[in-house]
């Protein structure tokens, strides 16, 4: 018997929320059941409920940020009880099977399920996601939250924290004396300065805002700071940079911050411009660079990756709003407008229409 669920959707391209009641499946016997009492607001859910890359299905519950506690288990779950401190990412699901399954990276998996946006469970039943009150997900795609990390502030590690985290250990950025550069200071930007300098990293903030400079070094942590529309100042940098984690989502010129890497250097895009970029050739040729990407990451590295925040008391800079601000969180979101991660407070704010 299906479970009923109160949220909030966006019915058309006007990516406008408003209350909305639906189902979602009985806990299985593999499943785990919570009561969601935050949820981040991702950029991402803001191209999602506006349509932007053609990939969703109305209506649209946004929301993979997502954290609460459990109410129920299924029969053959082992890894959480009621009671416990979870969440859920951006994925719910995978074919367990494939090549990136038994590598652990589910992440890229060809029949991966996200969380919400039109995506199908593999019972052909639609996805939805976190701004609503109870979630079900089968128990290897939730993620247990330390319980010396606060649930609000956990809530955007699960997008963003894993979106930065996961380059940044691949990558091999993430040593003690390594040059990192952060391109944008938002919600994406501001985790992976946090995590780079706990992995030792020398990071260097770059930005189109001098205004952020003293926020940057003083308040973060950065090490420098460049201002990408100072030509002087990047100059200056040349050649100097063994990775950059570009987190912008506007277009934007990719050959300055080429010119900031080493030879063998990487520029990691995790933020998705929803327009091409222009990549020229000859400067990636001249100095063996890197332009290449990556998506969130696993289950096993989502998990390693909130326990080493708990570890290491990294948590994102949040704004918690309630419910019924949630579209104009998403407007100010647009703008920029935010310092740097709304989170909104499910548990307390969103209330049932009749």
């Given at each position: ?199 030792g990293a020398k990071v260097t903030v770059i930005s189109t805002s ?92 989502t998990q390693e990756m909130i326990d080493f925040a708990a570890k ?43």
């Open positions: 018997m299906a479970r009923k669920v109160f949220g909030w959707a966006a019915r058309d391209t006007s990516g406008v929320l408003s209350p909305f009641h639906f189902h979602r499946r009985e806990n299985g016997e593999k499943d785990v059941t919570f009561k969601v009492l935050y949820c981040g607001i991702c950029h991402t859910d803001l191209h999602m409920v506006k349509n932007d890359w053609g990939l969703s299905a109305y209506p649209v519950v946004p929301g993979h940020e997502i954290v609460g506690v459990v109410t129920d288990v299924g029969s053959k779950v082992d890894k959480f009880k009621v009671g416990d401190k979870v969440g859920v990412g951006c994925l719910v699901g995978s074919c367990r099977s494939c090549d990136d399954c038994t590598n652990n990276l589910e992440n890229y998996c060809p029949k991966m399920v996200l969380t919400y946006g039109g995506a199908k469970y593999f019972d052909g039943t639609t996805t939805f996601g976190g701004y609503s009150d109870l979630m079900v997900a089968d128990e290897h795609f939730v993620v247990g939250v330390p319980n010396d990390i606060a649930l609000d502030v956990a809530a955007p590690l699960l997008c963003a924290g894993i979106t930065v985290y996961s380059p940044l250990k691949y990558f091999g950025l993430d040593k003690p004396g390594v040059h990192v550069g952060i391109v944008g200071l938002g919600g994406l930007g501001h985790v992976a300065v946090k995590f780079a300098k706990a992995m001098p205004n952020k400079k003293e926020e940057a070094i003083q308040r973060l942590g950065a090490d420098s700071f460049l201002v990408s529309r100072d030509q002087d100042q990047m100059k200056a940098s040349t050649g100097t940079m063994d990775g950059i984690i570009d987190t912008v989502s506007a277009g934007h010129p990719l050959l300055p911050l080429i010119g900031l890497l080493k030879s063998h250097g990487k520029l990691v895009m995790v933020g998705a411009p929803d327009k091409p970029l222009e990549l020229p050739a000859l400067p990636l040729i001249f100095g063996r660079k890197m332009v290449v990407g990556s998506c969130v990451g696993g289950m096993n590295e290491h008391n990294i948590t994102p800079d949040i704004e918690v709003v309630p419910m019924n601000y949630v579209n104009t969180a998403l407007e100010r979101l647009s703008k920029g407008d935010v310092r740097y991660r709304f989170v909104i407070d499910i548990g307390n704010t969103l209330k049932p229409s009749l």
